[in-house]
């Protein structure tokens, strides 16, 4: 069993950065591929990024490929999303997940772990 915890998120004005935090406990984090989904109202939670267990392999959606920045640090069991120049279009509930596996995913239907999720809200 895993247990995940997001924080980070908020309100913020378009053109503006937030980091993401997504805390794991309950087993070997570092055997643990991660994922990153957001949630808008009224719409299907969709794939934002992954990055494998051991940090190396990374993939993001092209709406925020070139903005946002995934990253590991196994030794604090923590995945972050850096995100940069933020816009209204990203604002939704970011969800983090985890598999028991190598390499990176990309479909919801692949974690097995989720966290509850961190508000972010970008303002025009």
Avoid: H
């Amino acid at each position: 069993q895993v247990q995940l915890v997001e924080s980070g998120g908020g309100l913020v004005q378009a053109g503006g950065s937030l980091r993401l935090s997504c805390a794991a406990s309950g087993r070997t984090f570092s055997n643990y591929a991660m994922g990153w989904f957001r949630q808008a109202p009224g719409k299907e939670r969709k794939f934002v990024t992954t990055i494998s267990a051991g940090g190396g392999s990374t993939f993001y959606s092209d709406s925020v490929k070139g903005r946002f920045t995934v990253s590991r640090d196994n030794a604090k069991n923590t995945v972050y999303l850096q995100m940069n120049n933020l816009k209204p279009e990203d604002t939704a509930v970011y969800y983090c997940a985890a598999r028991r596996a190598g390499g990176y995913y990309l479909s919801l239907k692949s974690y097995d772990y989720w966290g509850q999720g961190t508000q972010v809200t970008v303002s025009s």
